[in-house]
DNA sequence: GTGGATGCAAAGAATTTGCAACCAA
DNA sequence: TTGGTTGCAAATTCTTTGCATCCAC
């Protein structure tokens, strides 16, 4: 399998995520390597299935992505965001600002808000007992691209 | 059909959703009166087959249940809440403050935060051009009960 | 009476799993 | 060499759809 996108083998980026895939006790092998290359690529969340479209001209699996990133999870190399329809991207986190999106709900274009207001509640999380704290943010909208010529309903 | 639940027919928060239901042109069944009173009830949010469970015994189908909730969801009267998952659930929000949660990710136990920071940030986002904007944010940890007796890894 | 809503069954997506072959360490 | 990974195919789970029947208005 030949690795595919521009992200080169001596990526920093890259080079973290392996190590802590490595240290995870995981191997690294073609097909994750090519997966965490495409992600690192788009600097946005990605879909399963687009992920997969990009692989599989290397002979990589759809059951082998769902596999990857289940394991990227765990380790903490991506985060699952959601789509208010409900279904699940995937972002690349490693060395990245904590962030959040706004996602245009007509054309599902992924904005970054590099502010975070939120991080503070997590303290009053942690005060009631939560261990492991963690949260998700995400705006929804219709941008103004989507909504030009349309009449504003809000 | 028999109504199930403790919620009266003449339940405020119900006569309101119904309103709703009304203005939008919908018409007033007995599984959807069922399933809005399933979703008043728990005051929390909840799986399309847990209410699926507390209908199916009068008769109510489940993809009637995914059909009324996609409807309730397009009229407002209930949003959408993910789980760290991936998998959605449903919120009954007629009348009720904008508040966030805190899930359990082991015992999966739903808390509410009243607080919201967030609001401000809308207008950030409408300032960039989007409209109908909202936001969806949810805390995760492990909750002090799952967490008693194991490590402390946060 | 009439059109929207439902139940049922079947189709379609999304995701997971079993297993032999493979390959990173 | 060897156990973690993968590809493939099949199984599950989740969600949607078609259609005749039903019932809210």
Redo the contacts with the bound molecule.
């Keep these: 399998?030949s690795i595919p996108e521009e992200i080169r083998d001596d990526d920093p980026l890259l080079q973290q995520a392996v190590g802590m895939?490595?240290k995870?006790?995981?191997?690294?092998?073609?097909?994750?390597v090519a997966?965490l290359k495409i992600l690192i690529h788009k600097k946005a969340p990605i879909?399963?299935?687009d992920i997969h479209n990009r692989?599989?001209k290397?002979?990589?699996?759809?059951?082998?992505?769902?596999?990857?990133i289940?394991?990227f999870e765990r380790i903490g190399i991506v985060r699952r965001c959601f789509f208010p329809?409900?279904?699940?991207l995937f972002e690349f986190v490693v060395g990245r600002e904590h962030h959040h999106h706004i996602i245009c709900t007509c054309c599902q274009k992924v904005e970054n808000i590099d502010v975070c207001v939120v991080d503070g509640l997590e303290r009053l999380v942690h005060n009631r007992g939560y261990r492991n704290v963690s949260h998700m943010l995400e705006f929804f909208g219709v941008c103004e691209e989507c909504s030009r010529g349309k009449p504003d309903e809000n």
């Design positions: 399998m895939l490595k995870a006790g995981h191997r690294v092998t073609q097909p994750r997966i879909k399963i299935e692989v599989k290397h002979n990589c699996d759809l059951a082998t992505v769902y596999r990857c289940a394991a329809d409900g279904s699940s």
